[in-house]
T-cell receptor, first 110, second 116 residues
Framework: DAKTTQPNSMESNEEEPVHLPCNHS???????IHWYRQLPSQGPEYVIH???SNVNNRMASLAIAEDRKSSTLILHRATLRDAAVYYC???????????FGTGTRLQVTL | KAGVTQTPRYLIKTRGQQVTLSCSPI?????VSWYQQTPGQGLQFLFE???????NKGNFPGRFSGRQFSNSRSEMNVSTLELGDSALYLC???????????????FGPGTRLLVL
């Protein structure tokens, strides 16, 4: 499976935008980029996914580089409830077998 | 719509025993996947079931098994428990319609298993 690289941790102030980077230099042409997050004491939660174009939903935006070797999850206004571990995952063949890396632990402070 | 439910939420067993965990997917979802989460190994895929058949399998010993019923509910079983099996076991369901590589997985809260 193609590998992703994320920073171990990031910090943000509440109400400020957060940009969570993900490198996936070995991505193949058919790999989708998925983001999930895991809040404390909960199961992972879907955030957003995309293939080539930037994507927006009510939770976040996904900016995908033109060469697709990196992507950025954007939380427009971080709140304390966004404190979680964020996982960037490439789906090769099936999205029902997710390969989780170590993710980025996001801390949000007042 | 109710989310993915898992029972029990917490379980304590001793080495050598076996355990069965249950997962009820979101209504209408046909695929159920299981994951193990430990502090050392993170989240690891165990297996996926679709239409009562195992469709994908992770790299776990044969002590880990599962099954899916006709109503899409799934169970996983771990036999001859070892201390290292202590973990959070997560179940995820998906619709399993259309392109599989862009399906959204919906996770349950997990079952926390402690093996003494």
């Amino acid at each position: 499976d193609a590998k992703t690289t994320q920073p171990n941790s990031m910090e943000s102030n509440e109400e400020e935008p957060v940009h969570l980077p993900c490198n996936h230099s070995t991505i193949s042409g058919t790999d989708y980029i998925h983001w999930y997050r895991q809040l404390p004491s909960q199961g992972p939660e879907y955030v957003i996914h995309g293939l080539t174009s930037n994507v927006n939903n009510r939770m976040a935006s996904l900016a995908i580089a033109e060469d697709r070797k990196s992507s950025t999850l954007i939380l427009h206004r971080a709140t304390l409830r966004d404190a979680a571990v964020y996982y960037c995952i490439l789906t090769t063949g099936t999205a029902s077998k997710l390969t989780f890396g170590t993710g980025t632990r996001l801390q949000v402070t007042l | 719509k109710a989310g993915v439910t898992q029972t029990p939420r917490y379980l304590i067993k001793t080495r050598g025993q076996q355990v069965t965990l249950s997962c009820s997917p979101i209504s209408g979802h046909r695929s159920v996947s299981w994951y193990q989460q430990t502090p050392g190994q993170g989240l690891q895929f165990l297996f996926e079931y679709f239409s009562e058949t195992q469709r994908n399998k992770g790299n776990f010993p044969g002590r880990f098994s599962g099954r899916q019923f006709s109503n899409s509910r799934s169970e996983m079983n771990v036999s001859t428990l070892e201390l290292g099996d202590s973990a959070l076991y997560l179940c995820a369901s998906s619709l399993a319609q259309g392109a599989r590589y862009q399906e959204t997985q919906y996770f349950g809260p997990g079952t926390r298993l402690l093996v003494l």
